[in-house]
Structures are given as structure tokens and as C-alpha cells.
């Protein structure tokens, strides 16, 4: 989460590159949230099976030489490459259910779950 509380959907491509969607409300609500990349799509999130928010030009990718983290639920540092991860805006709340795929979804895939 960015610290005015919207939601995050970031990747690494030589530096942290983001977009950001609302703020949400979290109190007793379930949101599906989705951040998808393709080097022909870029990266998206949807929330609830709907684009909240794309950047199309970021279609490369370009592994760091640190470790690369999976991260749930922090605030976005490009410090996160190196493991160096803050929680002053952490996420403080229940998450069901985590899932990595080594595709890109189709909105069909995002809107069955």
C-alpha cells in the first residue's frame, strides 16, 4: 500500500516501476485483487475483475542481481530489491488465498476466481 492507503501493483525492470489504484476501505469487505505483467501488456491490476490501473510500456523485464521478493501487503520502496522491506503502512488484515502463475491471466482466467 502507498502511504495515502491505494493499493500498490509494482515489478522490477532496473528500478521499482509502479501503479497505483485506490484507496481501499477495508474494513469487514473482500476485494479480489489481481496484478498481472506480459511483455505484451505490461503490468495491470484489477480489483474485483475490473482494470483499476495499466502501464502498457513496461513490457521489459530485468531481474536484479539481489534476491527478488514476492511481497503481500507492504508499502512500495524500491528498497525492496534488497530485502530491506519497511512496514510503517503495512496491511493489517486477512488475506484467503495467494496464487503465482508463470502466465499472464486472461480477464476469463481473473473473473472465475
Known sequence: ??????????????????????????????????????????????????????????????????SNYVRLANRPNSSCAFGEIGSTTAFYGDIDDFRIYSRELAIDDICAF
Open 1 to 66: 500500500f502507498a502511504t495515502n492507503g491505494s493499493i500498490v501493483a509494482q515489478i522490477w525492470n532496473g528500478a521499482a516501476r509502479t501503479v497505483f489504484g485506490p484507496a481501499l476501505s477495508i474494513s469487514s469487505v473482500w476485494y479480489h485483487i489481481v496484478e498481472t505483467w506480459s511483455s505484451i501488456n505490461g503490468l495491470r491490476l484489477y480489483i474485483d475483475s475490473v482494470l483499476i490501473a495499466s502501464n502498457p510500456s513496461l513490457v521489459t523485464y530485468t531481474a536484479s542481481s539481489a
